[in-house]
């Protein structure tokens, strides 16, 4: 099922929280996250005399019943501080969900699609980022702020084979001289943002590059940030910033991915790390295809931010 997920912060480190909850989102069992919006600050709704609010709106698919997803988006309200006390009043975090599919849904715990969704433009306007087609809307109490994920514009750098494969015990499938040279080409000057065991596997910091791991294992050598929260307190909007691996970094991250430049190599291995088909998700194009001997280049963009 295809879901529309709306949050909203105005208590504490409003955009380092609504980060988290999609991180915490995304590690549900079931769940995907495939997209986020930019975030937006907003007039209180339903109570005046509060903060303002950043809101923001994500899209995930998942296998869990409504009530069941519902449960889980509430235990991470629950993690992240929320207390229910005053119906529309302040809180760290508030996670509604909007849509599932086009279904109708209507029990004592939930209501779908959303009762107010059409009356709240802090919903509307983050919307429109996902979904083509949705009528412009103007409204001076919705400002679009920084702190999404989306402001980073990420890109991603990978070789695959045919299946999708990445790599196999740590390992990349393939290394290609020409590739290796179009990625030096690609990245210098930039900021590589990689995993813990895709630096051990480089064996190096990459020179003419900032060099950011993610990892939970400090190392002196080179820049390290502890999560995904973390990397995007640190992350630049005036940089290029390109992810280059492992597999679970790029999971992890590709709600987020702007464009992903692709080598595909004409053969199948026995990958036990594949990346996820890009042909088959509607959230991106395919916008070049350039063959070479025994492989080509693909390059993808995600459709809503192609021209943002």
């Known amino acids: 099922m295809k879901c529309l997920i709306g949050l909203g912060s105005n208590l504490g480190a409003r955009r380092h929280t609504l980060r988290r909850a999609l991180t915490l989102i ?95 433009n802090f919903v509307k306007i983050p919307m429109r980022d996902l979904i083509d087609g949705l009528a412009p809307i103007v409204d001076d109490g919705v400002r679009k702020t920084h702190g999404s994920p989306m402001d980073y514009r990420l890109k991603m750098i990978a070789c695959v084979d045919r299946a999708w494969g990445l790599g196999i015990d740590g390992r ?88 992903a430049r692709v080598t595909m190599v004409d053969a199948v291995s026995d990958a036990d790390v594949r990346l996820i088909d890009l042909d088959g998700r509607e959230e991106f194009k395919r916008i070049e295809t350039a063959p070479r001997g025994g492989f080509e280049y693909r390059t993808y963009c995600r459709q809503k931010f192609m021209f943002h």
């Open 26 to 120: 995304n590690e549900i069992a079931g769940v995907e996250l495939s997209g986020v919006s930019f975030f937006y600050e907003t007039e209180p709704w339903g109570v005046d005399n509060q903060p303002n609010y950043i809101n923001a709106v994500a899209r995930l698919e998942t296998s869990l019943e409504p009530e069941e997803l519902l449960n889980r988006l509430q235990s991470i309200e629950a993690a992240l501080g929320r207390v229910r006390t005053e119906h529309w009043g302040a809180r760290t975090i508030d996670l509604d969900i909007l849509t599932i599919d086009d279904k109708k849904i209507s029990t004592p715990r939930l209501t779908v699609p959303h009762p107010f969704m059409d009356r709240r």
């Open 172 to 259: 990349l499938l393939y290394r290609i001289e020409e590739d290796m040279k179009r990625f030096r080409e690609m990245t210098w000057g930039s900021t590589v943002i990689m995993g813990r065991r895709t630096f051990e596997s480089i064996g190096k910091i990459l020179d003419g590059r900032r060099n950011i791991v993610i990892t939970h294992r400090p190392n002196d050598g080179v820049e390290t940030v502890g999560g995904i929260e973390e990397l995007f307190d640190r992350l630049s909007t005036e940089e290029k910033n390109f992810i280059i691996g492992g597999g679970e970094i790029y999971r992890q991250l590709m709600a987020y991915i702007v464009e």
